[in-house]
């Protein structure tokens, strides 16, 4: 008979209420471990997998919100322990953290903090499907955010007028500053020398692959920054060889297009897809900005892109003391507004800014919104000039510390605890929102760049993404190896187990690596005991040995196209990558140089998202 292959959901509650109870709290009740695991599926029964993916994750927010100083829990949906307002579901585990009036203790339980939050925040980000209603509320909510920007702009076009108030005077004050803040540290960004370059995303003209490299319209007001013939041709030879295209080639501004990506259960994420021809320059423009910014000696000290540690670490500090706190901004990509933009950054970089945003999205109805912010999420730009606002609203506002201890990372931001209510103040006065709900101003919890932290230690919890298929798949393989390790290092050896002898179940064998060694494919970081040992050979040319191991590939798609069009293929997405070993081509004598001695890329191979198959390898 054919083993049960599939996970079954309160088994691993229930052997993590296990874990918690003994390995991570040593407490030894066997008769409360039952009766919370009762608990457990009778709630299961009831309401299914939203009790897992829902109803937990809520009551773990409220967590949060206590401990991060917001008052006391709220234990809505829950029973309440006899004469105590926390809940009586893990009612052990919540007493060690909470008086009984539900607030904070003045020495709570940081191992009691970390399994509860293990506990309520697992299936947090299960990956199922969505009901559909909330793609209309997304849709409302997305309309409603541009109507406030519009309120906004409105609002900002009076700062400058005849007789302004006192408050749109203090603004216009503020603007200045933070005006000439950005044109003292991008006065010198050479927005002329880009690297244009497609995006691994969908693109709202609808092409593919290698119909990406022919553009099949001319953007005006691209063409008026950056000429065509220049950014969208490999060579001159190019451009001669396609004069045609000049006299063929319509002219048309195409909007964006929005589109409503899956997520998880908790609804979709809205991404608004770039024209073709216009992400082609927000792409090359943006990693030019980014590497500027990151390379600038007072920017650069605040501002990431490319690394969250500081903010990791900072969220970390900042939970031992209080000293730090992190602010959270609501929709902010979708809130800078393009008045604001061209208001503050330097004159040239706005004008590039203005004549590389689309105009307007198409939504999923057929309705054309004009867009009156900067560039929704989907832009390559969004980002850095985001960031960047963000980053010289709080440094002109702030004094030498705030400046010190100040830390961006896109909407993630850190400031000094005295300096928080006036960093909101600031923030909201050009338009952007901060979300309260999942700031950390109070209290010794802090939220960062995926590092939860309280009072100086790492509270982040295991969450499950990938959905469990009792059929091989590459991505579930490889990201369920990936739990079972990540629990198994917490502590939560049972549950690690048991979704080990499910794994095995589905593939009978997997390797079993101890050491913190990267082998280039998903091992256990534990041993089973009902795990087959792989199969093992000698291999005389290599002189080692060798193990059949199943490997995550990348499937590719091969498409030929014509030789000039390939060109430019290997020219921009080669541009990062010298096949000398340097960082930049400049350093070689030629850029033809370089060319010459070779490169691994082909420029007919493109990688196909989500089709990676599992593929069984001598390594």
């Known amino acids: 008979m054919e083993p049960n292959k599939s996970l079954d959901n309160v088994s691993v509650i229930a052997n993590l ?14 008769r409360a471990r039952r009766l919370t695991i009762q608990k457990i599926e ?49 009612g052990e585990l919540f007493e060690r953290v ?54 906004f702009s409105n609002r900002y076009s009076t700062i400058s007028g005849s007789s302004p108030s006192k408050e749109e005077e203090r603004l216009a004050k503020r603007a200045e500053e933070v005006r000439k803040c950005l044109n003292n540290h991008l006065w010198d960004f050479d927005w002329r020398n880009v690297m244009p370059r497609h995006g691994p995303g969908a693109v709202s003209t609808k092409e593919k692959r290698s119909r990406k490299y022919s553009f099949t319209r001319i953007n005006p007001r ?69 590497k500027h910014i990151e390379s600038n000696p007072v920017m650069g000290r605040n501002v990431r892109f490319t690394d969250q540690e500081p903010n990791r670490r900072a969220a970390l500090n900042g939970s031992r003391d209080g000293q730090l706190v992190t602010l959270d901004l609501k929709e902010a990509s979708d809130r800078v507004a393009l008045q604001v933009v061209e208001h503050v950054f330097p004159l040239e970089l706005a004008q590039v800014l203005r004549n590389t945003r689309s105009l307007a999205t198409i939504l999923p109805t057929g309705e054309v919104l004009p867009l009156t912010k900067f560039a929704p999420m989907g832009s390559a730009l969004c980002f850095p000039i985001m960031a960047s606002l963000i980053w010289a609203i709080l440094y002109t506002a702030g004094d030498a510390q705030v400046r010190k201890d100040l830390l961006v990372y896109g909407d993630d931001v850190i400031v000094p605890r005295a300096f928080a209510q006036a960093a909101i103040e600031e923030l ?62 917490r502590g939560y050896h049972r549950t690690a187990d048991y979704i080990g002898e499910c794994l095995l179940k589905v593939y009978s064998s997997i390797p079993v690596r101890l050491d913190q060694e990267d082998p280039g494919y998903p ?12 199969k093992h050979r000698f291999n005389p040319t290599l002189q080692k040995r060798e193990r059949l191991v199943r490997v995550v590939q990348t499937q590719h798609v091969y498409e030929d196209m014509e030789g000039w069009l390939k060109l430019l293929r290997y020219f921009t997405e080669n541009s990062r ?42 390594r």
Request: glycine share 4%; proline share 5%.
């Open 98 to 151: 909470f008086s009984s009036d539900g607030t904070v203790l003045p020495l709570p339980c940081v191992k009691s903090i970390t399994s509860l939050r293990q506990l309520l925040f697992l299936y947090y980000k299960y990956e199922l499907p969505y009901n559909e209603t909330l793609e209309d509320k997304i849709i409302l909510q997305f309309k409603k955010t541009e109507e406030d920007v519009v309120q």
């Open 222 to 290: 691209i063409s008026s920054v950056y000429n065509w013939d220049e950014f969208y041709f490999a060579s001159l030879t190019h451009v001669c060889d396609s004069v045609s295209y000049f006299k063929d080639t319509p002219l048309e501004d195409a909007p964006a297009r929005v589109v409503l990506v899956p997520k998880d259960s908790r609804g979709p994420r809205l991404i608004s897809c770039e024209p073709l021809e216009i992400q082609w320059i927000q792409q090359g423009v943006a990693r030019a900005l980014v």
């Open 42 to 90: 009778k709630r299961y029964a009831r309401e299914g997998i939203s009790f897992l993916t829902k109803t937990l994750p809520r009551l773990g927010k409220a967590f949060d919100k206590a401990l991060a100083g917001e008052g006391p829990i709220d234990c809505t949906g829950f029973r309440k322990k006899a004469n105590a307002q926390i809940p009586k579901l893990f």
């Open 428 to 489: 909201e006065s050009f338009g952007l929102l901060v979300n309260r709900d999942k700031s950390c101003i109070n209290g010794l919890f802090r939220e960062s760049c995926g590092m939860d932290a309280y009072f100086g230690a790492d509270v982040t919890p295991v969450r499950f993404r990938t959905v469990w298929s009792s059929s091989p798949a590459a991505s579930h393989y490889a990201s369920w190896i990936s739990y079972a390790n990540s629990l198994h290092a």
């Open 523 to 534: 091992v256990l970081r534990f041993d089973l005991v009902s795990n087959v040992e792989t």
């Open 577 to 618: 990558a010298c096949p000398n070993g340097n960082v930049d081509c400049s350093r070689c004598k030629t850029h033809f140089d370089c060319l010459s001695r070779g490169s691994k890329s082909d420029t007919s191979q493109y990688t196909e998202r989500d089709r990676s198959k599992l593929r069984l390898r001598w």
């Open 17 to 30: 209420v296990a874990d918690v109870f003994t390995f991570a709290l040593g407490i030894e009740s066997p």
